[in-house]
């Protein structure tokens, strides 16, 4: 073959590659703000279905049907509208929220003590037949002394949900979850939690809430694992709780699964509290969170982690500790105990 020949091939191979890069960006734009005209704040469904529909429609004609310039510009230009469309939709307060997430907390600090309201402690029968309960609850920052990291599954796999128990040494541990606050009639779905269909809400609650509605009534895989966390660590994280509570007790926002959800969430807060690492994709893939704190050095290594895992299986203790008083000691009866002294790694 003559090399006139090879730079003919390679430079079809490159305009080949160069359209399918080209149109695979152009479907990407196209499916996301047809994504955010169905999930926008249009008032009815119909009409936000018939204009996603009509808007990918008018895209596809525009771009590969029969493009041509003037058609380009328009796409660009309805494209740009849907954007600032999507970036106006404003976050509220103010909506029929489902009664696991009507109350929002907020945290009042005086020096040491910090007074929380709106902290859950409802009595469930059943996922959806419970006695709501708010409550008020006071801790103080020098009796905390460590941290307990959850790992809850729906279906054991790459993607579950996590959250945190701050431990004190003269009170039961709080609870911290960071979810979505659906209204009434809703529930949560992965794709529509991308288009600001959730507002996000820190629910802080008691354990035998918090942790015994998923083992026992919704019959999730729980996992509970004590972090390598030094008490001035604990407490550094625990303040930059308090705030964001407050933060969002004040201002409202959407919970967005890539940037403002529960594990990405910890990691930014860990991070701002002094965490050295790295961003590794089990931050995003977080049913796999666990096995990234066993090989970073954040929990118990002196097992192996399918042991650890195993010990660290919390569903059997706590359907047989139900509604007991004694909910946060009796799940963590045959934890391990023993605690990794290797140095935390920066992975």
Known sequence: ????????????????????????????LVTWATLAIYYSNLPW???????????????????????NRSRLFAFVGAFLAVVTWWILIPPSHD??????????????????RVRLTG?????????????VRYEEREVERSHLIGIDFYVSYWSEGPVGHTF?????????????????????GESFAPIASLFKQFELIYVVGEERDL????????????YLYRLNTSAADARNLFDIYMDRINELADRPEFYHLLSNSCTINIIRYANAAGRAGR????????????????HS?????????????????????????GDAADFPERIRANLPTTRSSQPVSSD
Not at 165 to 184: C, G, H, K, W, Y
Not at 285 to 291: A, E, F, M, P
């Open 45 to 67: 469904p119909t009409l936000r279905l018939a204009s996603a529909v009509a808007f990918a429609a008018f895209s596809i004609w525009a771009l590969w049907i029969s493009p």
């Open 119 to 131: 902290v859950r402690n409802f009595d469930f029968r059943s996922r959806n037949d419970f006695t």
């Open 297 to 321: 050095g954040r929990v118990d290594t002196t097992l192996p982690f399918p042991e650890l895992r195993r010990q660290s299986l919390i569903n059997q203790a706590a359907q047989q500790a």
């Open 1 to 28: 073959m003559q090399p006139a020949d090879k730079r003919g091939i390679l430079a079809t191979l490159f305009t080949w590659l160069a359209a399918g890069v080209r149109g695979l960006f152009l479907a990407l």
């Open 211 to 222: 942790v015994g509605l998923r083992t026992n009534h919704r019959n999730e895989t729980v």
């Open 164 to 184: 945190l128990s701050f431990i004190f040494d003269n009170a039961p541990p709080l609870a911290v979850s960071i979810e979505t606050r659906p209204e009434v």
């Open 279 to 294: 961003f590794d994709i089990r931050h995003l893939l977080n049913g796999l969170i666990d096995s990234y704190l066993y």
């Open 95 to 112: 909506r029929e929220w489902r009664p696991e997430v009507a109350v929002m907390p907020r945290a009042f600090i005086d020096g040491d």
